[in-house]
């Protein structure tokens, strides 16, 4: 029994160590590429008022996404109903008010519940700006007895900041598993299952915070104007995704979403296309001709953060994290700015990346490239905060 779990861990060593030497972490190598260009239509055109961005060539963005990448997200159902199930008016010393709210869709009588943790501020009578979490690291990163703290889901530090922090667990929605991610919400539309460019593991994430804005528009302490989602790494390309789609989010942060989130796909630097589709649950199967072949994407990842315009994205990348390529992620940011132009935005974003550890803000976008590793930490929450009181002061 014990070499053969030696013999699996000298093999599962094998194929990192494979990993890390195929993968491109030299500048140098970066092969030359074209991006597509974001305003110019698949039919030739240019694209030089907002008027034709929101007509024609965003829908066109929107849907290249869809069929090649993320597949659909359906929005149809019969029923929701929200059900209060705890409610704590004295949480964390009477500062916050803490709701658990379960959250039921219902279509073709069957029916899946979402499990919504959130926290409001005591001090602030007003409904606040509330930060939404695609939580990919299950529920206890959200205490809600607040034992158990930590950088993830700082709830106290954005609390005392005046805003409301809520999150679910993706497990509720679509497991983070091969065999198992369609025991969620893909069970209310199995059809999705069949098709090349249907539903997978990102769109139903970002349809689960969708639900949970469905349940903030009902809430009077929380202002559903004011969504700001936030996703880390997998959860921050379903936050991405999620904010492209529905434009009730007012501010979409992606933490380390790296390849098929922010970073350009292009690059070949870091993580690849290749690479990703072993998570063969995340996208629609149309995806996988990509693999090795990313020069021929009708569109590359800078495309998705321009689908934010003309609301506000925030992209933050670890400096260690060279799977995720932080440069390729503020070169993404670069080319989505064209987007913004068009509605008179002046994002003015420097073109060389930031140092590290300091946080660019400017009208609707901003960045920072933090030291260490892969992970969402406290401080990037300081700068999520700084963003979001600077976005919303305006
Ligand atoms: C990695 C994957 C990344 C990122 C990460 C995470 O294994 O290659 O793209 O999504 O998981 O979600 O932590």
Redo the contacts with the bound molecule.
């Keep these: 029994m014990k070499s053969k779990k030696n013999i699996l861990s000298l093999f599962v060593l094998i194929l990192c160590v494979q990993i890390l030497v195929a993968q491109n972490y030299d500048e140098s190598k970066v092969p030359p590429y074209t991006l597509p260009e974001i305003l110019q239509s698949q039919d030739g055109s240019k694209v030089v008022t907002k008027k034709q961005w929101e007509k024609n060539r965003r829908p066109e963005i929107l849907k290249l996404f869809e069929d090649h990448e993320y597949g659909q997200v359906p929005q149809d159902f019969d029923k929701i109903q929200f059900a209060i199930v705890n409610e704590d008016k004295s949480a964390m010393d009477g500062k916050a008010t803490l709701k658990e709210v379960s959250i039921t869709v219902y279509r073709n009588q069957k029916s899946i519940t979402i499990n919504l943790v959130m926290f409001t501020p005591n001090s602030i009578k007003k409904s606040v700006p509330t930060f939404l979490v695609i939580n990919?690291r299950g529920m206890k990163t959200m205490d809600v007895t607040r034992q158990n703290k930590g950088g993830f889901w700082p709830a106290e530090e954005v609390i005392s900041a005046g805003y409301g922090i809520a999150g679910f667990d993706v497990i509720d929605v679509a497991p983070d598993d091969k065999e198992k991610f369609d025991v969620g919400v893909l069970q209310l539309y199995p059809e999705q299952l069949e098709m090349n460019n249907g539903m997978r593991a990102l769109g139903a994430w970002g349809w689960g915070a969708s639900r949970a804005i469905d349940y903030f528009e009902k809430d009077k302490t929380v202002d559903a104007k004011k969504i700001i989602i936030v996703g880390?790494?997998?959860?921050?390309?379903a936050s991405l995704w999620c904010g492209a789609q529905d434009k009730r989010v007012a501010i979409a942060i992606s933490n380390?979403?790296?390849?098929?989130?922010a970073a350009l796909s292009r690059r070949i630097f870091g993580?690849t296309v290749k690479?990703?589709i072993?998570?063969t649950h995340w996208f629609c199967p149309n995806y996988t001709q990509y693999a090795d072949n990313e020069d021929e994407l009708p569109f590359d990842q800078h495309m998705l953060l321009a689908l934010m315009a003309p609301r506000a994205v925030y992209v933050s990348s670890a400096a260690q994290d060279l799977?995720?390529d932080p440069k390729g992620q503020y070169l993404s940011m670069l080319e989505a700015q064209d987007a913004f132009a068009l509605y008179k935005i002046e994002t003015d974003l420097p073109n060389e990346m930031p140092e590290i550890n300091q946080q660019i803000i400017r009208p609707h976008m901003g960045f920072h490239n933090r030291e260490g590793k892969?992970n969402m930490t406290i401080y990037d929450w300081q700068q999520f905060i700084n963003f979001a009181d600077e976005y919303f002061a305006k």
Excluded: V
């Design positions: 990919h880390h790494s997998r959860g921050g390309k380390e979403s790296g390849n098929s989130g993580e690479d990703i072993r998570f799977w995720a892969h």
